[in-house]
C-alpha cells in the first residue's frame, strides 16, 4: 500500500527584520495619526487640531506626536498634502471625452466641488488655515501635482490651436486664481449664498473658458 509524504518547501519564508518591522510600524502610527487630525479638521475645523486632541483621539502620549511629526507645523504640512491628493483624485474622476472645452469646464466644476466637500482641507491648502503652516518648496509642487491635469488640458488646446499659444502655466494661474478668488470669499462668508455664490462661480467659470478657446 502506498503511501504520500508532504515535501518540505524549498523557499525559505519571508522574513521581515526587526528594523524594517519598526519602519512600517512607524508610518502606520504616522498614518493613523494623520487620519486623526483630518478626522478633527473635517468634524470641528481646521482650528480645533492641537497636538493635544490629536494625542487624546489617539489616546497617546504627545510625545508620540511630537517624535514622529517634531511640531504642529510638521502636522499641518502632512495635512497639506494629504489635500493636494484629495484635488488630485478628484480631478482624475473627471472624464476625459475628446471636447476639451466641456472638460476643462467639468474640472472647474471639480474644483467647486473639492472645496464644498473638503472645505477644511481647502483652506488648509489654500487659505492659511494653520498659521503655524509655510508652504515650503515641496508643498508648493505638491499643489503643482494637483493641477497637472489641469495643465495638460492646456497644454492639448494650446496644440490644437484651440487656445492661441502662451506659457501654459500663466493660463492655468489665472483661471485658477479667479476661481479660488470667488471659492475664498464664500468660505470667508463674504457671499454667504451658496446658490448665489455657484452661479458667479459659473458665471466666472464660463466666461474664462470662452475668453482663452477660439471661436
Known sequence: MGHSSKRPSTEAP?????????????QL???NIIEAAASIMQEHGPEAVTIRKVAEKMECPTKVIYNLFGSKEGLAKELFLEGCHLLANAFQEVSEHGDLKQRLHDLGQAYWEFSRNYTSYYMVMFG????????QEDSFQATVTALQQVTALVVQAMEQGLIA?????????????????IIHLH?????????????????ALTHLIDTFFRK
Open 165 to 181: 499659444k502662451a506659457d501654459p502655466l500663466q493660463v492655468v494661474s489665472l483661471v485658477w486664481a479667479s476661481l479660488h478668488g
Open 14 to 26: 519571508a522574513v521581515t527584520t526587526y528594523p524594517n518591522a519598526k519602519l512600517q510600524h512607524a
Open 187 to 203: 468660505v470667508g462668508g463674504h457671499l454667504p449664498d451658496a446658490t448665489a455664490a455657484k452661479a458667479l462661480y459659473d458665471q
Open 128 to 135: 492659511g488655515a494653520f498659521s503655524e503652516f509655510k508652504p
Open 29 to 31: 502610527l504616522r498614518d
